[in-house]
């Protein structure tokens, strides 16, 4: 047998590596260091496996703050230097990873225009919508960057955000059926998006926070109840009120 097959592939090699590298560099209790070497040799490598792996020290939060802060500084900027060769690593991460994802997206944010980050962000709420999440905070992130930045039109605009923010409105956690009716509250009103509201205020009328941001939201919109106001009106407490076309009103 001859050496390569002692010490196996060229490829498991670097796969070997690879996954010291990521221990090292998610080792939040670790000297620091041992992370800025393994960033600065993962940075200088820039091969795709190589920035996905560097992408994982956005994961965690290490013991010192400053340090910390710092060092997520350097990963970024060396993600951002890496140009078009960083952006499917990015994706990658922000698909697989539930932690860092505000990182993930600010790099992707520098590294493409908005309306590409817009339409990835958009698949990746689609993505979770269909799935079951103990931990609502990636979807939180996710829905504060649409709530941040304007329609950009890259995702086909109001159709895509339609099919990523209605199956959300029926998530287990209150926070994400408020932040997905806030998003829908900014976007032009549609049947689809009239019906999905009302039915999240009658499935939530014993919940005060998410009643209140629907009511607000069906506001905003200038939407009415028709075909609901028998079920709505009994739900409405001052200052909300029906006129008489069956919209959502809100005395001064």
């Known amino acids: 047998m001859g050496l390569f097959g ?33 960033i600065e040799r993962l940075a200088g490598q820039g091969t795709p496996a190589a920035l996905a792996t560097l992408c994982l020290r956005f994961t965690i939060r290490a013991e010192n703050g400053v340090t910390d802060d710092e060092e997520k500084e350097m990963v970024r900027r060396a993600l951002v230097e890496a140009g078009d060769g960083a952006v499917g690593p990015v994706k990658e991460f922000l698909l697989q990873q539930e932690s860092g994802v505000a990182w993930g997206l600010r790099v992707l944010s520098e590294l493409s225009g908005p309306a590409e980050v817009e339409t990835t962000v958009l698949a990746l709420l689609v993505k979770l919508g269909r799935e079951y999440t103990r931990d609502p905070e990636k979807k939180l992130v996710l829905l504060s960057w649409l709530s941040e930045h304007p329609a950009q039109g890259g995702s ?56 209140g941001e629907v009511l607000s939201a069906l506001t905003d919109l200038g939407a009415d109840v028709k075909g609901h106001r028998p079920a709505v009106e009994p739900l409405l407490v001052e200052p909300w009120y029906l006129d008489r076309e069956g919209q959502v009103k809100k005395r001064p």
């Not at 010490?7 to 090292?24: I, M, P, T, Y």
């Not at 209150?174 to 509250?185: M, Q």
């Open 6 to 38: 002692l010490f196996g592939s060229k490829e498991e090699r670097e796969k070997n590596a690879l996954r010291k590298a990521a221990q090292k560099l998610t080792e939040k209790y670790g000297p620091a260091e041992n992370r800025q070497q393994v």
């Open 156 to 211: 086909g605009r109001p159709s895509a955000i339609e099919d990523a923010l209605v199956p959300l409105l029926e998530d287990f956690s209150d926070d994400v059926r408020i932040s997905a009716t806030r998003v829908l509250s900014r976007q032009p009103l549609t049947e689809k998006v009239r019906e999905a509201l009302i039915a999240l205020l009658l499935r939530d009328k014993d919940n005060a926070r998410v009643r």
